[in-house]
């Protein structure tokens, strides 16, 4: 239907319900907002005050829900000047006005001064206003300003504006959405285990953060975990630099499901989310989840023949994402906390980590730091070179030493160089391939057992 030609000109001021917000972990999020208007037929004037402080205007779409009626957006304006004491004295400046001085041994009274200097700077420092008292100066407002009326062209709060032109009148439910700065969320774990044993309680939470500059009173809140790709703007790179026994609860406080390529979790029950506040809502509980303890010792790079490298036993927790083992939901990637219950049932602090976005089913391993009673040495004892026939060998000696109360595993992890053909010629164990370059060699300890691993290497390059 071809639009009419501009009937009326009305103006419309319109205020959201039921705010929804889908939060991103790039630090921005997609605002939705529902705004009853009553158009009328021909142009229409509708304002909406309550955007964010931190919204990419050119990312608003306004829309009619049902997809009945029929407009067009002429105009769009973006206004973040919100009125200011010192932003209405800059609009005085060179002028008079009154002010209203309180004085605990006088009653109040009304002086009348000169706005020499406002104190305004638009984007920038506070410079101190200056304002002229009969015929004197001085660095201070001589009482609290009386402004005269302004009209209607000053804004409270950063205001979205259109000139919509519709086809025809009637009330609808339109829905405003748009992309804005100003939002995080992240999750953490804590992970209680017992001072000895393979088994974890896990608790996680989500923790939200907005400073958008608007509050969101009983908003629906969904968390977006993954990759999303966004064009980076300067401003963005600016603002980045600054800125079981039991199962998991049947009426968990958030839900999980795939969504495109990412997986979205909502949370149950609607959170007023306030400017400049930090809210946390748990996401996951599980007890009896199965975790080895795993000790790894690297070999950390080529020493001269001789040369013997102590070095750290790394401490390891794996344990797999599954339903089978308590768990089975995607869990997004954050900060995981490990504590330890002593004798006493005390918790202590033991390590922490990250882990990434980790789909459901898959295996998660986690370093929680370096063992104290696990010992290991390397040491190249050997290395020859044929140059003619492209061919080398390299022997080396890994001792690990046990000094706990209890028995152990340590898993020796050697590196081959990169590049060529390589093969183990001698070995005092035997070893499993883990990929091109990376071998294990598994040792069982004996309480203040020492062992020796050897072996040999030969390198080819025909």
Do not use: C
């Not at 041994?105 to 420092?125: A, C, E, M, Q, Y």
């Not at 100066?137 to 402004?147: A, C, D, E, T, V």
């Not at 020796?412 to 001698?426: C, P």
């Not at 070995?427 to 057992?449: G, W």
């Amino acid at each position: 239907m071809k639009l009419p030609v501009i009937l009326l000109l009305a103006a419309t001021s319109v205020f959201a319900a039921d705010p929804a917000l889908t939060i991103y972990n790039g630090g921005y999020a997609v605002v939705r907002e529902t705004l009853p208007i009553d158009l009328k037929a021909g142009v229409n004037l509708v304002s909406f005050a309550g955007v964010t402080a931190q919204v990419e205007a050119d990312s608003v779409i306004l829309r009619d829900i049902a997809g009945k009626a029929e407009f067009q957006i002429l105009e769009q304006s973006y206004r973040n000047d919100p009125v200011s004491q010192s932003m209405l004295l800059s609009l005085f400046e060179g002028k008079s006005i009154e002010f209203s001085r309180h004085e605990s041994t006088k009653p109040d009274r009304v002086i009348l001064g000169k706005v020499v200097r406002s104190g305004f700077v638009p984007g920038g420092s506070f410079v101190e206003p200056i304002i002229e008292v009969d015929g004197k100066l001085q660095f201070s407002l001589p009482g609290n300003p009386i402004f005269p009326s302004l009209g209607n062209d000053n804004v409270l709060k950063p205001t979205l504006n259109w000139k919509l032109n519709s086809a025809s009148s009637g009330k609808i439910a339109a829905e405003v959405a748009y992309l804005s700065h100003g939002f995080t969320w992240e999750a953490s774990y804590n992970l209680v285990a017992p001072e000895k044993g393979d088994f974890l309680d896990v608790v996680g939470w989500v923790t939200m953060n907005n400073n958008s500059g608007t509050t969101f009173s009983d908003a629906k809140i969904k968390l977006m975990a993954g990759d999303v790709n966004r064009v980076e703007t300067q401003r963005d790179f600016v603002r980045m630099k600054g800125e079981r026994a039991q199962a998991m609860l049947a009426a968990s406080p958030v839900t999980e499901k795939s969504f495109d390529e990412f997986h979205l979790y909502t949370l149950a029950n609607p959170a007023t989310l306030r400017d400049k506040e930090t809210k946390q809502v748990e996401f996951v509980r599980a007890t009896g989840v199965k975790a080895e303890r795993i000790y790894v010792f690297e070999g950390a790079g080529y020493y001269p023949r001789g040369v013997s490298a102590p070095g750290k036993v790394q401490v390891y927790r794996e344990f797999k994402n599954s339903e089978a083992n308590r768990l089975g939901m995607a869990l997004p990637k954050g900060k995981v906390r490990f504590y330890s219950q002593d004798g006493d049932r005390q918790l202590e602090f033991v390590g922490e980590n990250q882990i990434d976005h980790t789909p459901k089913d898959e295996t998660i391993r986690v370093l929680t730091g370096n063992s104290f009673d696990l010992v290991g040495e390397h040491r190249m004892t050997n290395s020859t070179q044929d140059g003619s026939n492209a061919v080398a060998t390299q022997s080396f000696e890994i001792k690990v030493r046990n000094r706990k109360k209890e028995s152990v595993e340590i898993r020796v992890v050697e590196h081959a160089m990169n590049g060529g053909n390589w093969t183990l010629t001698a070995q005092s164990q035997p070893h499993e391939k883990k990929d091109a370059s990376t071998f294990e060699f598994r040792v069982p300890l004996q309480p203040d057992e020492e062992k020796t691993v050897t072996y040999t290497v030969r390198y080819t390059w025909k």
